[in-house]
């Protein structure tokens, strides 16, 4: 890399620019998945648009990639040389209550959005943890906590800011460039850096949630019970369940250390006692460990999943399901159950509803036919990468006949995230489309880091 043009750019932008070696540069390529590592050749750590914009038109100038450093705990594609653009400076958020609308820069957070909105009982479509990064999330289609009663975050944005390849700020509409707009909600960032989104909230002060803990090994009809549990419930009951290998650690609560858990997690926006009533034959399905189910403000939803904030390395894959029978339960629980080979977090989110409704203004999200998501995470605690991709590799391609395809947010790093890999995420006319926008809007393949799509040939 050549110092002087750096120190030209870095003259250009009111960020740092960085390069390998310098105090700062770890810190700014790290994200929330320690096990993956960029390794760009410069880093700009952008403070407005405009930071943006100059460093897409200092790559392009000389061919670099470029990617983006997600906020908060988003997934990501290693970086291998190239720009890393990190926006985790531009967390500007503000709240219209009137049109119901917010608005955020690139590294803004979910939690900061909840805060501004929730005084005028309001909400974002966030997921199940508050400390995602918002345009990561929603890029990817975002998959909401409340997703069955309100659909996903993607169907709700107005408009965004964009940095084409070119180095060009646009104002990206539904109206004004539909293709683009298309494109980015699904496709996430190849096609642009999107700096600003506009998106709606919807009207809502409480819910009733919570939790039920039950030990795996004492009840093991639970995942099967709530699969046909599902199909009893109306789209204002938003579910998942989750197994989890707690550790015998006197930071767990006592009646789960070292146990095998099932924890059902539960976001019911109707009326509580109706809430009461359709949780009841989840209670009956054994004895919990725990319970904590109760009416909560929404701005103490990230309660529900309870969601780590810290960072880890790990390595995940997901399967977006068509259906779940007893056969497919089967099959998940022989993997990922008490006597799996490698520790592995299990979660089973519960889809359909408004989330497999069209959007006013089409987009890019795919596979709204899909009637579960089952994301499995293994932490590399103890196991290699290598072993943890072949453990997951296993348990989805055992898992191919009840399969549509991928959910892009939790798709893993490495080969997981390979252009193959991708293209599952999408229906064939879909990904064909993309490519072919893609070679429009990025003909050059200059954003090529996080989930490929690389142009048609």
Excluded: C
């Amino acid at each position: 890399m050549e110092r002087n043009a750096v120190k030209d750019l870095a003259a250009r932008v009111e960020g740092p620019v960085l390069l390998p070696g310098q105090e700062g540069f770890d810190e700014e390529r790290t994200g929330f998945n320690l096990a993956v590592r960029h390794r760009p050749d410069v880093i700009v750590g952008a403070a407005r648009a405009e930071d943006v914009a100059a460093a897409v038109r200092f790559a392009a100038a000389r061919a670099l990639p470029v990617a983006v450093q997600n906020t908060g705990h988003g997934f990501s594609a290693t970086t291998e040389g190239g720009l890393l653009i990190s926006t985790r400076r531009m967390k500007e958020v503000s709240v219209d209550p009137l049109a119901r609308t917010a608005r955020v820069q690139a590294g803004a957070r979910f939690e900061q959005v909840i805060e501004r909105a929730a005084p005028h009982g309001l909400a974002p479509l966030n997921g199940s943890a508050p400390h995602v990064g918002v345009v990561s999330f929603t890029l990817g289609g975002g998959l909401p906590l409340l997703g069955r009663s309100h659909g996903w975050a993607a169907d709700r944005v107005r408009a965004m800011d964009v940095v084409s390849a070119d180095g060009v700020l646009r104002h990206v509409t539904p109206d004004g460039e539909p293709d683009l707009y298309w494109a980015l909600l699904g496709g996430r960032d190849n096609f642009g850096i999107v700096t600003g989104m506009e998106f709606g909230l919807v009207a809502v002060s409480g819910l009733y949630g919570g939790g039920l803990f039950f030990d795996a090994e004492q009840t093991p009809g639970l995942l099967e019970a709530y699969r046909r549990w599902t199909a009893t419930v109306p789209v204002e009951m938003n579910s998942s369940v989750a197994l989890i290998p707690f550790p015998d650690d006197p930071q767990v609560p006592a009646p789960m250390r070292g146990r095998h858990v099932y924890h059902v997690r539960i976001a019911f926006t109707g009326d509580p006692e109706e809430g009461e009533r359709l949780v009841g034959p989840l209670r009956a399905i054994g004895q919990p460990l725990m319970e904590a189910l109760r009416e909560m403000p929404y701005h103490e939803s990230a309660s529900i999943h309870d969601d780590p904030p810290f960072p880890i390395p790990w390595a995940a894959d997901n399967a977006l399901l068509t259906t779940l029978d007893g056969k497919a339960v089967e099959v998940v629980l022989r993997h990922v159950g008490p006597a799996a080979p490698l520790p592995a977090i299990m979660e089973l989110r519960h889809l359909g509803g408004a989330l497999a409704e069209p959007p006013v203004h089409a987009n890019a999200v795919g596979h709204r036919n899909a009637q579960f998501m089952l994301a499995v995470l293994n932490p590399l605690t103890g196991a290699g990468a290598q072993e943890a991709h072949a453990f997951l590799d296993r348990l989805f391609q055992d898992l191919a006949p009840w399969t549509a395809g991928r959910f892009l947010n939790f798709m893993g790093h490495g080969d997981h995230a390979a252009p193959e890999r991708v293209r599952t995420a999408y229906r064939a006319p879909d990904h064909e489309r993309l490519t072919a926008l893609k070679a429009v809007h990025d003909p050059h393949n200059t954003f090529r880091a996080n989930y490929n799509l690389p142009p048609a040939r």
